[in-house]
Structure formats: structure tokens, C-alpha cells
């Protein structure tokens, strides 16, 4: 059985905030972009260290609620991140390692 290394995101929002739902985040790791729907994702990544930025678009803002974090992934393994977004627009989501 191969074993799996990379990240387990979780993307959330306050959920009175339904117009979030028509907004899809970004995942930046370096140069790579990877745009999911809400909810929680895995996404395949190499050991080592890693800058991680989560954002979405939203109504004439091209990073709305932009945060980032820096993760260390050891070979075989799957680091859990949450990134959640209050209700008020012009905060950064939070952003963070879970366990």
C-alpha cells in the first residue's frame, strides 16, 4: 500500500454568510493553484516544507480573505488545515494547523 503525503484542507465560512457559497477558494502551494469547492480536500503534495495560501474571489477583489501558513510534511504523512472565513469581508480567514 503506497502511503499518502500532503494536506488535508478543510475550507469553511460563517454560515450566515450563504453568498460565500457562490465563491470558490484557492489553494496556492508555490506555483501551483488549486481551486475547490468549500468543504474539505486532499491535496497530493512532496515531503518538505511548504507556503500555503488560501483566498477566493469575491465582487472586485481578486484575494478576499487571504491567509497563509507554513507547513513542514514529513514523507508519508497528511497535515490538517482549516481555513474558515468570518463574516466580515475585509478580514483575513483564519488560517490554521489542526492536531
Known sequence: ??????????L???PGAFFLSFCCPRVEVGDNT???PWGTHFIPLPAGTHDIT???KYIGTA????????????EG??????FFMPPLMTASGKLT???
Open 34 to 36: 488549486y481551486q475547490k
Open 97 to 99: 494547523e489542526e492536531g
Open 63 to 74: 484575494r478576499c480573505g487571504e491567509n497563509k501558513i507554513q507547513v513542514e510534511i514529513p
Open 54 to 56: 488560501v483566498f477566493f
Open 12 to 14: 469553511g465560512h460563517f
Open 77 to 82: 504523512e497528511v497535515k490538517k488545515l482549516k
Open 1 to 10: 500500500m503506497e502511503s499518502k503525503t500532503g494536506i488535508n484542507i478543510e
